[in-house]
């Protein structure tokens, strides 16, 4: 390891990178004291902020018996750290700080540098200049949707990315100056990503600083798998088709099913989120949370299962970890003493849209048992379903009572909790081919949950909250260790004049086939959305489907990459391995060998395309191009533009794409 420490200036060398963390003009640390309150309404919270203190920490030493730990002292307080060298080109700093402190953690930047990761980032993926919130919390807020809903298209403007949340906000950060940075702390902070510096505050102090230098992004993805352990991945039957969003009862669940495989889609499961029953709100369909069967809604659910099972189709439920108000699994709970309470000993109810609901306690055995053995093993596995939407986790109150732990400092961790119960339930009584995904994370989801999915799109073209933001969303996530991601075909979220028409669906469509996972959501108001079933679209279907069953073999290699933590999708200056590189956010790389561009606007007929180095063969033409090189290229529905390499090992299995094309027309 190389850390220097001299004249009161600490200096490390990374790859032959000198970085000066610490000098008595830029101190490497600052203890900060705050007062905080939270306000939380339908899991957006609203924080205020009193700074009672700030001492900056100008004075660093190192004691002579210990070569390997520096103390960071002044106005009374000190911070240790004690280095350690995990690999060649990484440093680690262990904090061993004091409690009721806060600390700012600042480190030198290059002006002008590509900074990217931070989590599931959805309005942009070059994060210089921003501050980053390191908070869970709900990514939809019922004010945009009403301006959607009520202002004329031309009058409604786009959010910026200092105004959009994130369900799954991560303290890991990679420049294309070559440098990755990850904090390992559950707490809340902020990011301030400037121009010479970066300044990272915690209300807590981190228990470990990794910084780590290489020549490209795809070993810093690799490096960044070895500290947190990747246990994402697929059971191969999700590559066997879509898995199709559908609800409303079992006679409706069999009749779309089959009529859509009837008509040549290929079809892996259905995804009934009703299965435990329909809550019908002012919102439009919501699902009745009471994780049992619902014998009026889904009667005799488990032969239904067995005769989509016949005909290679699997059933996918919905849970969450709440309970609604008034329904026999919260009365039930409430009497055992599992549900989150408040400080007076009520129960703490959270709303979703017009009801309420009470919180499984996550820290209480008893409570992990119950939602393994009783909700997941007895009412879900029991019946034959192969899988679940495992949503929320982003809900948990800073000011809550819970059986082990302070809230404030689980809240970030909760949705892991929650991905972690999920897995373990699955290796204790699963049959070893189910899966689930997660809409909320943190670092270490990633080893529990089998694919993260870009949660509750509108369903519209806005870059803030529609069909585009799923892609920034990725490419994020996968800076930041989560290499699979996928989305709500169509999107969720459905208001008012707020809906999908038949081309935003097929376009959805159409990028989703190119994708690790392939899975539609009928809305949050089924009936005035356009679905994947309907005549208008049922041809695309059917052609997007057998596109990503062909495509099977090679995202199979895609799943066997992201085990050493190389993401699926991947921005235009992947590569490249410098931002400047990049000429358009909504194209991304799908592995090592593809190169896709979804049409992301409404009426688009042609696409504008900057083809990365290399030499590349149109998937639909067979026309080669050289690459870098701009296009025009000719963008019908149903048929993005997509690019594969010349020398690409899988050239049959594309070339097997490009028939499926002339055969259904």
Request: proline share 6%; aromatic share 10%.
């Amino acid at each position: 390891m190389n850390s220097k420490l001299k004249n009161g200036t600490w200096t490390i060398e990374l790859s032959g990178r000198s970085l000066t963390l610490h000098s008595p003009e830029q101190p490497f640390a600052t203890a900060v004291r705050r007062e905080k309150s939270y306000e939380t309404n339908r899991g957006t919270v609203k924080e205020t902020v009193v700074e009672k203190e700030r001492i900056p920490l100008t004075e660093i030493r190192q004691p002579e018996d210990a070569a390997d730990v520096l103390l960071l002292s002044g106005g009374g307080r000190q911070l240790g750290l004690t280095l350690s060298e995990p690999e060649p080109g990484m440093i680690a700093a262990s904090f061993s700080g004091e409690d009721g402190w806060g600390y700012e953690i600042d480190l030198p930047a290059v002006p002008g540098e590509g900074v990217f990761g931070g989590g599931e980032q959805y309005r942009k993926v070059n994060l210089k200049g921003e501050h980053v919130v390191n908070f869970v919390s709900e990514h939809i807020k019922a004010s945009t949707i009403l301006e959607k809903t009520l202002l004329p298209r031309f009058l409604y403007k786009e959010k910026e990315h200092s105004q959009i949340g994130s369900y799954a906000p991560m303290p890991v950060f990679v420049t294309d100056s070559g440098l990755m940075l990850y904090f390992e702390t559950p707490s809340d902070g902020i990011s301030r990503l400037e121009e010479e510096r970066s300044r990272f505050s915690f209300d807590a102090c981190p228990a470990r600083l990794i910084l780590s230098q290489a020549g490209s992004f795809r070993e810093q993805a690799k490096r960044l798998a070895r500290i947190r352990p990747i246990g994402q991945g697929l059971p191969d039957w999700c590559l066997d088709g879509m898995i199709l969003g559908v609800q409303g009862g079992t006679d409706r669940v069999l009749e779309k099913a089959f009529a859509l495989q009837d008509a040549g889609a290929k079809i892996s499961a259905v995804w009934c989120q009703d299965w435990c029953g329909e809550n019908r709100t002012v919102m439009g369909k919501q699902v009745w949370w009471n994780w049992e069967e619902s014998k009026e809604l889904y009667p005799g659910l488990a032969e239904a299962i067995r005769k989509l099972n016949a005909r290679g189709i699997r059933f996918l439920a919905y849970i969450n970890p709440y309970l609604v108000k008034g329904g026999r699994l919260y009365e039930e709970c409430a009497e055992k003493g599992y549900l989150i309470r408040r400080q007076d000993g009520s129960i703490y109810h959270i709303k979703s849209t017009t009801f309420d609901a009470g919180m499984l306690d996550l820290t209480d055995p008893a409570v992990v048992r119950f939602i393994k053995e009783t909700l997941i093993r007895d009412n879900m596995l029991a019946l034959g379903i192969s899988g679940w939407m495992a949503d929320f986790g982003e809900y948990l109150p800073t000011d809550c009572v819970i059986h082990e732990g302070e809230p404030a400092a689980l809240h970030n961790v909760w949705p892991v909790l929650w991905a972690r119960i999920n897995r373990e339930a699955l290796e204790e009584f699963g049959r070893g081919d189910e899966m689930f995904f997660v809409r909320s994370g943190y670092p270490g989801v990633e080893r529990w949950a089998p694919i993260l999915w870009n949660g509750d799109q509108h369903t519209d073209w806005t870059k803030d909250y529609g069909m585009p933001c799923v892609l920034p969303a990725s490419f994020s996530l996968g800076f930041s260790g989560v290499p699979l991601v996928h989305c709500d075909i169509g999107g969720f979220f459905s208001f008012g004049k707020l809906k999908r028409g038949p081309e935003l669906i097929t376009r959805w469509m159409e990028m989703c086939a190119f994708s690790p996972l392939m899975r539609s959501h009928e809305a949050l108001r089924p009936w005035a959305n356009a679905q994947p079933y309907d005549e208008a679209v049922l041809p695309y279907t059917v052609q997007l489907t057998k596109t990503h069953v062909q495509l099977k073999p090679y995202l199979q290699k895609l799943l066997a990459d992201a085990k050493e933590g190389i993401p699926a999708l991947r921005p235009d200056f992947w590569e490249a391995g410098k931002f400047a590189e990049s000429r358009d956010p909504y194209a991304y790389f799908l592995g090592d060998d593809l190169f896709v561009c979804p049409v992301i606007e409404k009426g688009k007929t042609a696409r504008r395309v900057h083809l990365p180095e290399g030499r590349w063969i149109g998937l639909w033409d067979g026309a080669e191009h050289y690459g870098p090189v701009d296009l025009n290229v000719p963008a019908p529905l149903g048929q993005i533009p997509v690019f594969y390499r010349k020398e690409s090992g899988f050239k049959e299995v594309f070339d097997k794409v490009k028939n499926i094309l002339n055969t259904e027309r």
